[in-house]
Nanobody, 125 residues
Framework: QVQLVESGGGLAQAGGSLRLSCAASVSTFWRYNMGWFRQAPGKEREFVSGISWSGGAAIYADSVKGRFTMSRDNAKFTVDLQMNSLKPEDTAVYYC??????????????????WGQGTQVTVSS
């Protein structure tokens, strides 16, 4: 199985920045599409960002476009999410996700086979 471990969460002020990282315990990491979801208090899980195994341009939810940047390092088996201009609405548990399939719509949770344990991001006003 693929194990995913997130890190880098914490507390930030509105307008500040945080950088999340996800480490994958799989030698064929390069074959996997990777992404980030989040779940805010009282809300459903929401797609944040995704990037293909080929390392093409990442895609983003409208709510984070222009503020968040996703990247991957296949040599280190990691993906990052740089979060700038944070808003209180960004407060959520953030999950690293992975799938080996090239099909499916990335915005749906059912598309992703593997999930990390999540890391808490809290943004104060």
């Amino acid at each position: 199985q693929v194990q995913l471990v997130e890190s880098g969460g914490g507390l930030a002020q509105a307008g500040g920045s945080l950088r999340l990282s996800c480490a994958a315990s799989v030698s064929t990491f390069w074959r996997y599409n990777m992404g980030w979801f989040r779940q805010a208090p009282g809300k459903e899980r929401e797609f944040v960002s995704g990037i293909s195994w080929s390392g093409g341009a990442a895609i983003y939810a409208d709510s984070v476009k222009g503020r968040f940047t996703m990247s991957r390092d296949n040599a280190k088996f990691t993906v990052d999410l740089q979060m700038n201009s944070l808003k209180p609405e960004d407060t959520a548990v953030y999950y690293c996700v992975a799938t080996i399939s090239g099909g499916g719509r990335w915005y749906y949770t059912q598309t992703w086979e593997y999930w990390g344990q999540g890391t808490q991001v809290t943004v104060s006003s």
